[in-house]
């Protein structure tokens, strides 16, 4: 048996209810029994709070009444059957009536006590409740409502009743022991006294009220489901990068919610944990979603601390003085005074000298505090044994957590040298004797800042996740996800790299989705989802997510991308691309990249420049990195020329080989694109930058393959006439060559800070002479690779080749 919970934002509109549903469905479909507790719907409680106020200053609250109404009968209308909608209408519109008459009847008696207060928030949860029932009936026939108060019994601690579980044990397990065939769907968050009077459990009580029937009836899983993807590792409305946690222990979680992370309610950790029972955070909106699990046995985080939370408002007190020191039971006595009077404090800090006390609480507590502090120390104060009571507002707790810090050094060290650089200053300190959390008080201006430098500072070294955004998915870019998908599960796995594609685009559409789009089918989706393309304004989606681990992969040929690039190093994002333009343009934008990526800590690959997948920039950078001296490389670029040489011999004219070269697809439309070199140059340009040359295209000497009268044919029919016209040209080359034992070769040359093309004749000695096919080749000489040099050789094209390339680079992306 399973408890289902869920929150305010999973039954707030007719979307949501209908992916509650889903859920419940599928539960049932696998045939387990589940009980399911629901909270009002989403910014009820808070609407009936303040239509509570109102009504007791005397402000009219008949426009909130119609939008409670409305809110509810909008979704009775648009998913509850016509015919039954009546009924429901009818039992709704009594709650109404109630719910007004105690709105009435404080206004007259101007009085809002704390148990009227309660019995007006019950509605929230009796009409979500109730119309949850009657919405699920279709799915399941014996649904029914519960009303908890029946159920759940408390003390009279209005607004945060404490639960009274021999009695609770009992009435639940009596409940359901008699309606075991039914869908029981019980109102969350609201309880009873002995006198019956309805009483609440705290803000947030729901995921309690779950826990508390779970335990009871020994639920094999206690599920919250709510509007986020479990617990995170910070709030993920304030720290972007936030991520979410696979499990928890009990305890974490407790320090964590305790400390603001409003997933979960604290007390619902209690009935939980005294049965061990699991309990599940799941995410309504995308059930998908495995959970957070928090339990008792827990694999050993990899991380030294789970998570981080906050609390955005506090107020400190201090109290000091000669008379506190050294004098027994001052803390004891303060603090009773404090909890006697229901002052809830949330961290207290005292110095070693014992001369201050400073504890921290709600705002709206700081002032009732002092002064039964000024009543209880009335004599010491006169006396001047105590200084005059301090109150701080405008406060913030920063709170870090995890059960791992226990055993590791130099936490604190990085929390504090995190803040410190980022300029957020500490008013006050707590560590919990647990070690479990380490928490700081310090200005509410900085938390937001102090929440993500502290994020940055405890989990950029996780590198798990990398979010990518991928731009052009044309041969080279299909290929590249069709791989990536089919690589994923053993990555994850073996490699712990999890490669998730957020956005991505074409020419004409775009399409982001921070959660990951599906690469089974991200060709329709990108078709039907998308909206029209703007490389800015993907570019824009992209930093605004600030995901951590961003790439930015440019599959595409056109200039377009790389203008943003030095954009998006400084955004933090890494760079990924097989599109040469940037690094072949003017040497000065090629260094500002490098340097921009450099600064930002981001990665900057293009492996794929040069030879595709071949390992030729790594290879070089890897030498030079090693303290080798590059002397000399030398290399063959292009798969196409590549071909027509290697096949020019013999019998075989130009004009033949260059057809076939076209016929077999490896050349360009225009075959001369290839022949006249540009690409290779680039590539040549691209090495001799890597290996440090200041080079621009107009370095590079680039010698002719073709005659003129070829190059400059008017069209690709009359280029290849002039071909069979420039026959004997092409063919004194080829026979001068053969006749010393050599064969032809359009190499590109790098020494002595130069770099040129030019067609050679090479013997049998030269690592090139016996190329075949169309494959690259590239040979370094260098001050280790001297007497034999160290070549690397293969097919430098195809989307296949270059998609695994572009894959190997994202792959070590943030790896070093
Ligand atoms: P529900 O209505 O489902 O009970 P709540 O609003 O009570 O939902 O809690 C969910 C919200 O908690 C999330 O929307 C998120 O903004 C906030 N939250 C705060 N800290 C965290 C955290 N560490 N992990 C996940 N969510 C958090
Ligand atoms: N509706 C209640 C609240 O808003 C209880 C809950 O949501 O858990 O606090
Ligand atoms: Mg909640």
């Given at each position: ?226 509007d986020v993807?479990?617990?995170m590792?910070a709030d993920p409305r304030r720290v972007n990068?936030a ?19 409003k997933v ?46 906050s609390?955005d ?135 937001s800042?102090?929440l ?365």
């Amino acid at each position: 048996m399973k408890v289902l919970k869920f929150g305010g934002t999973s039954i707030g509109s007719v979307e949501a209810l209908q992916a509650l549903t889903g859920v419940v469905k599928s539960n049932l479909e696998q045939g387990e029994r589940i009980i399911v507790v629901v909270s009002a719907m989403g910014g009820l409680t808070n609407l009936l709070i303040k239509t509570a106020e109102d009504a007791v200053k005397g402000i009219d609250f008949s426009n909130a009444m119609s939008a409670i109404e409305a809110r509810h009968f909008e979704v009775v209308k648009a998913l509850i059957p016509i015919q039954q909608q009546n009924k429901v209408f009818t039992t709704l519109k009594i709650y109404f009536q109630e719910l007004e008459d105690l709105m009435q009847g404080v206004t007259a008696l101007k009085e809002l006590s704390p148990k009227t207060k309660d019995a007006i928030l019950s509605y929230g949860e009796k009409c979500s409740a109730f119309m949850l029932s009657r919405i699920l009936r279709p799915v399941y026939e014996k649904t029914e409502f519960l009303d908890a108060t029946q159920v759940v019994k408390t003390d009279s601690s209005f607004g945060n009743a404490h639960v009274d579980f021999d009695q609770t044990n009992l009435l639940i397990q009596n409940y359901f022991n008699h309606h075991n065939d039914e869908l029981t769907i019980v109102t969350g968050f609201i309880a009873s006294d002995n006198q019956n009077r309805t009483t609440t459990l705290g803000r947030g009580g729901s995921d309690y009220t779950a826990a508390i029937i779970g335990a009871a009836l020994n639920a094999s899983q206690i599920e919250i489901w709510t509007d986020v993807n479990g617990m995170m590792t910070a709030d993920p409305r304030r720290v972007n990068k936030a991520f979410s946690l696979d499990e928890l222990s009990y305890t974490e979680a407790m320090e964590l919610s305790f400390f603001g992370a409003k997933v979960i309610y604290p007390p619902t950790m209690v009935p939980a944990l005294m049965k061990r029972i699991p309990l599940v955070i799941k995410n309504t909106f995308n059930p998908e979603f495995e959970g957070t699990f928090i339990r008792h046995e827990n694999k050993s985080s990899d991380t030294v601390i789970r998570g981080i939370s906050s609390v955005d408002y506090v107020s400190i007190l201090n109290v000091q003085g000669s008379g506190m020191v050294g004098k027994a039971g001052f803390s004891g006595r303060l603090f009773s005074l404090l909890s006697r009077e229901q002052v809830n404090v949330i961290l207290i800090t005292q110095s070693s000298s014992e001369h201050s006390i400073t504890f921290a609480v709600a705002p709206e507590d700081a002032i009732f505090a002092k002064s039964l502090i000024e009543q209880e120390f009335e004599l010491e104060l006169a006396a001047g044994k105590l200084e005059p009571i301090r109150i701080e507002n405008d406060l913030s707790i920063l709170a870090i957590v995890g059960e791992n810090m226990k055993q590791t050094p130099g936490i604190s060290g990085k929390l504090f040298s995190s803040l410190g650089r980022n300029g957020v200053n500490v008013v006050a300190i707590a560590q919990g004797s647990s070690e479990y959390n380490i928490s700081v008080i310090i200005n509410h201006d900085h938390l937001s800042k102090a929440l993500n430098a502290v994020h940055d500072a405890f989990f950029a070294e996780l590198q798990k996740t990398l979010h990518v955004f991928v731009v052009g998915v044309g041969n080279i870019g299909k290929e590249l996800l069709t791989q990536i998908k089919n690589h994923h599960a053993s990555l994850v796995q073996d490699n712990l790299i999890n490669i998730k594609i957020i956005g991505l685009s074409n020419s004409r559409k775009m399409f982001v989705n921070p959660d990951g789009i599906d690469l089974e089918n991200w060709e329709n989706i990108l078709n039907e989802k998308g909206e029209q393309a703007s490389l800015g304004g993907f570019v824009d989606q992209m930093k605004s997510l600030d995901l951590p681990n961003c790439v930015f992969v440019d599959n595409t040929a056109t200039p377009a991308p790389s203008q943003y690039y030095k954009e998006i190093f400084e955004s933090n994002i890494s760079v990924v691309t097989c599109n040469k333009i940037a690094n072949s343009g003017e040497y000065k934008q090629f260094e500002l990249l490098k340097k921009t990526a450099q600064k930002h800590g981001v990665d900057f690959f293009y492996e794929t420049n040069v030879g595709a997948g071949l390992p030729i920039i790594k290879t070089l950078n890897d030498l030079i990195i090693s303290g080798d001296k590059i002397l000399k490389i030398e290399a063959i670029l292009s798969g196409t020329i590549s071909f027509i040489f290697n096949n020019f011999k013999g019998d075989v004219t130009f004009y033949d080989i260059v057809k076939q070269a076209q016929e077999k697809g490896y050349t360009e439309p225009d075959p001369r694109d290839d022949l006249g070199g540009i690409d290779f140059m680039r590539k040549m340009l691209i090495l001799a930058r890597n290996s440090g040359l200041a080079l621009e295209s107009s370095d590079v000497e680039l010698g002719a393959i073709l005659p003129e009268n070829c190059a400059k044919a008017p069209s690709v029919d009359a280029f290849y006439e002039e071909l069979k016209v420039s026959n004997d040209y092409f063919e004194k080359l080829k026979n001068d060559a053969a006749a010393e034992g050599k064969v032809l070769r359009y190499i590109g040359k790098l020494e002595d800070g130069k770099v040129s093309i030019n067609l050679q004749a090479v013997g049998p000695e030269h690592p090139f002479y016996s190329l075949s096919g169309s494959d690259n080749i590239i040979a370094f000489t260098t001050e280790r690779y001297c007497e034999t040099q160290m070549v690397v050789k293969g097919p430098g094209a195809g989307a296949a080749v270059t998609a695994a390339g572009v894959f190997a680079d994202l792959v070590k992306v943030g790896a070093e």
